[in-house]
């Protein structure tokens, strides 16, 4: 196929913090170094926010570094931390207060602001473009570029105008060649060429499995009286039993919404289990029923998360591109936030791109990303909460959170061993057969709401008539392998509804309801089989999240 073909500087995959970051720092340095780089930055949502979802109380320590003068430019984090709360949820119906004392040091939230981070990202992006940045939402980079020697040359753009056939329809447009002489990937959590690299580079081989959590988030708009902007509330416990790692939270933002969630990591080993459920049961206690009883639901999302932390981060750097925040997974598990180290690490890799563009030696593509970043504070404080992962995951999490608070808070993350975690997510669960069922009540549809009228809010849209971006290795492995085996637990751990066993003349079939899917990247993860390839679909489709 002939494709029109573009030369940049550089290109940067996604616009998330990351590669916002990247994309701004690269930028700043142009400007100041009297260069015109070309800088292109690609993202498949339809808009830059679209598919952007976390909690978020982020930490500003990056932002301060990239935009000193962020609030005098009119940053949206207007909403400081104020009253910092934990609780351990015994039941439904019962809770016990953490004193602070006994919080881990990283889970404590002064001087953090509660924001939208699909806000953040737009005004990023505002950002990015005055500074000169070519921005090209509704590109998803569909393919990576390698020359003959395996250097990456740059990526391709989808197709546009393909039928699920996979036949050119009347609106077809080929993607486009984006050429740089460096590209970086900031995809977000799993990101799909991401995956590829490092597969074929094996940059895994010295690290443990990257290990993820499923966060599902809604945000409310509740009664002013019940408003208490600033106020950061977390959770530990029930609905989930002491070998399920996960927990909630609920933060209070500005003009009267709540944003609350409920996090399940990803190794858990039933799987009759189904986050969604959890999550519903969740703020039936009274911890965040009686904060958002009477208020409404206004939006709804989901997105897997890394947690595995420092023993799991891959190689960062091969010829050509890097791997920035949570696409290399630069989370930091122990404070659950990732924005300000995925900042540092597109800045990072802009900055060691920028001294090498710099250099007389154009032939020359060496950077030092890699050891810059081990050389910096995001490096620091992975090797330091570098314990909280596998200890959650060895010692339940009532005895993982008491080591948490002993790693932390008394040795300060220096104790004299590292812990790891070599189980990969997808080889957790049990049978079916020795895994008992689990009795999730009907929704009320005030408080508990079903999957599809929660997908409805997330604003998801696919053209319907394009190739499925779920694709199966094996078509008769769900029926044939994962049903007997799993009770085909892809039923359960989409909270989107794209998956289904149905009964057509007394045959079960699969069913993959791929325009309810909002790129969280679960099945991706946890399918047992691994027959679950998630690829970008038709540019712009997907969430289009609003305040998330």
């Not at 998803?140 to 039928?163: L, S």
């Not at 995956?195 to 081989?205: P, S, Y």
């Not at 300000?340 to 154009?362: P, Q, R, V």
């Not at 049978?431 to 009540?441: F, H, L, T, V």
Request: with cysteine.
């Amino acid at each position: 196929m002939t494709r029109e073909s573009m030369e940049f500087d550089v290109v940067i995959v996604g616009a998330g913090p990351s590669g916002l970051s990247a994309a701004i720092k690269l930028a700043q340095i142009s400007q100041e170094k009297g260069k015109n780089w070309q800088i292109a930055l690609v993202e498949k949502g339809s808009e830059i926010g679209a598919h952007i979802i976390s909690g978020a109380v982020v930490e500003p320590s990056a932002l301060n570094e990239l935009f000193p003068n962020w609030k005098e430019l009119g940053a949206p984090m207007k909403t400081e931390v104020t009253v910092d709360e934990f609780h351990y949820l015994r039941s439904q119906n019962k809770a016990i207060k953490v004193p602070g004392l006994f919080i881990p040091r990283p889970m404590k939230n002064h001087g953090n602001y509660i924001i939208s981070l699909g806000n953040l990202c737009r005004w990023l992006g505002e950002q990015a473009e005055n500074l000169g940045v070519n921005i090209f939402p509704g590109f998803p980079a569909n393919e990576i570029i390698f020359d003959d020697n395996d250097q990456v040359k740059g990526i391709i753009t989808a197709d546009m105008g393909i039928d699920a056939n996979g036949k050119e329809k009347g609106s077809f447009e080929a993607g486009y060649e984006l050429l740089a002489k460096h590209t970086i990937f900031s995809e977000g959590c799993r990101g799909h060429l991401g995956k590829q690299l490092i597969e074929k580079f094996n940059l895994d081989k010295n690290s443990d499995p990257q290990h993820y959590g499923l966060g599902i988030k809604e945000v409310w708009q509740i009664d002013e009286e019940k408003s208490k902007p600033g106020k950061v509330v977390h959770t530990l416990g029930w609905p989930l039993n002491n070998h399920t790692e996960g927990g909630g939270f609920l933060y209070h933002m500005e003009q009267g919404k709540v944003a609350l969630g409920f996090i399940v990591a990803l190794n858990y080993d039933n799987p009759y289990l189904s986050p969604f459920e959890e999550f519903q049961r969740w703020k039936h206690n009274p911890i965040i029923k009686d904060v958002i009883k009477g208020g409404k639901r206004v939006s709804y999302g989901a997105r897997a998360m890394n947690k595995g932390g420092l023993q799991s981060l891959p190689e960062i750097e091969i010829p050509g591109a890097c791997l920035t925040g949570c696409e290399a997974g630069f989370l930091n598990p122990a404070k659950i936030k990732g924005t300000h180290t995925a900042m540092k690490t597109g800045m990072i890799a802009a900055e060691s791109i920028a001294e090498n563009l710099l250099k007389e030696d154009t032939n020359d593509i060496k950077i030092n990303y890699s050891k810059k970043v081990q050389d910096s504070w995001v490096y620091a404080e992975l090797k330091q909460s570098r314990n909280f992962e596998p200890a959650l995951n060895k010692f339940g999490t009532f005895f993982g959170a008491a080591f948490a608070f002993i790693d932390q808070n008394i040795f300060r993350g220096k104790l004299p061993f590292t812990l790891h975690n070599s189980k990969a997510d997808h080889d957790c669960l049990k049978s079916a057969q020795d895994s008992k069922e689990i009795d999730y009540q009907k929704p009320d549809n005030k408080i508990s709401f079903d999957r599809l009228s929660s997908v409805f809010l997330s604003s998801t849209n696919h053209e319907e008539d394009q190739p499925c971006h779920l694709q199966l290795t094996d078509s008769d492995i769900p029926i044939d392998k994962n049903l007997p085996q799993w009770a085909e637990p892809a039923q359960r751990y989409c909270p989107a509804a794209v998956y289904e066993v149905i009964e057509e003349n007394n045959i079960r079939k699969f069913r993959i309801n791929a325009q309810n899917c909002v790129h969280c990247k679960t099945c991706d993860i946890k399918d047992p089989s691994q027959n679950i390839t998630w690829v970008t679909p038709e540019g712009g489709g997907g969430p289009n999240y609003s305040n998330m």
